[in-house]
């Protein structure tokens, strides 16, 4: 019964986080995956949970964070580390997809634990620091963290050898960041990109919109870059569902990871989230009697 009620609540989740319409959602979407255990994704990059996924990349001089998801999930987080044989003391920087609760909400306490340093691109800096949610959808407030560093579009952030790139993904978000990266698996090498968000949610009120005035600019600016760049080889979801789609035979990624997407998958999923936003903007311009 508990299981069941878990169950029902993540489904709720993604189908309102999700940044497509009901109709528009991948096919085979199942409501869960078993999100609670680690395991290595590929390269120096592990799942750490949970039902929002956080992701750890470890270098030997200390590790980055890929967003902290809810305060909910901070405990599993930090058992989910040492389970796979890391110190979370160890975390150096903390990285996020956007400034939505759902992304961010643990970042405070995972900063307190690790003294961690906190990065963010523009608006979503802006975000973290008030704990207030400056999107277009303007979803529930979060607690505030410092940020260490502001970051703009294109910024690299090094750690032991690691190199991350931010890629502003502005829409979602006011500083939706899409950080890109590069592994090594089996004697070669992989890119791989976190997601950041690619348009508002449904709902969101596009015009006249104060909390982010160039929503329907910085979208529209972001699709048409995503579908410029060179799709990455394998792409890591910020919300653990499984996308029932399988997965590039050739990519040497841990089977466990259904919530990833090769790069047929994630060009598709451009196009997808194009489609979706010239029907949200459409109706919000029949609504306006534009
Ligand atoms: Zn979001």
Redesign the pocket.
């Known amino acids: 019964m508990r299981l069941m009620c878990a169950l029902c609540v993540l489904a709720a989740a993604i189908v309102s ?1 999700s940044p497509y319409a009901a109709a528009e959602r991948p096919m085979g979407l199942q409501a869960a995956t078993d999100a609670t255990e680690p395991f290595r994704v590929i390269g120096n990059i592990y799942f750490v949970g949970g039902e929002y996924g956080s992701y750890l990349i470890t270098t030997p001089e200390g590790h980055l964070l890929h967003d902290t998801g809810s305060a909910a999930m901070h405990d599993l987080i930090v058992s989910n580390i040492k389970k796979l044989g890391f110190d979370v003391r160890d975390i150096k920087i903390m990285l996020s997809s ?1 400034a ?1 609760w ?2 961010v909400e643990g970042h405070a306490a995972m900063k307190r634990l690790t003294g961690a340093q906190v990065v963010a691109l523009g608006g979503d800096a802006v975000a973290l620091e008030s704990g207030r949610d400056n999107s277009a959808i303007g979803a529930r407030s979060f607690e505030s963290v410092s940020v260490d560093r502001v970051i703009e579009d294109g910024d690299r952030v090094t750690l032991g050898g690691m190199t991350l790139r931010a890629f502003w993904t502005g829409g ?2 006011q500083g939706a960041t899409m950080w890109m990266t590069t592994v090594q698996e089996g004697g070669n090498t992989y890119s791989v990109a976190f997601r950041g ?1 690619e348009i508002p ?1 449904a709902g969101a009120p596009l015009f006249n919109n104060p909390r982010h005035p160039t929503v329907v600019a910085d979208t529209q600016r972001t699709l048409q870059r995503l579908k410029d760049l060179e799709a990455p080889d394998l792409f890591l979801h910020n919300h653990p569902q499984n996308l029932g789609r399988a997965l590039n035979r050739a990519l040497p990624v841990n089977s466990r990871c259904v919530f990833c997407l090769d790069a047929d998958a994630w060009r598709e999923m451009v196009k997808r989230a194009e489609a979706s936003f010239q029907t949200m903007l459409r109706e919000a311009k029949e609504a306006q009697g534009r």
């Open positions: 986080m956007h939505h759902d992304h979602h978000t968000g949610n």
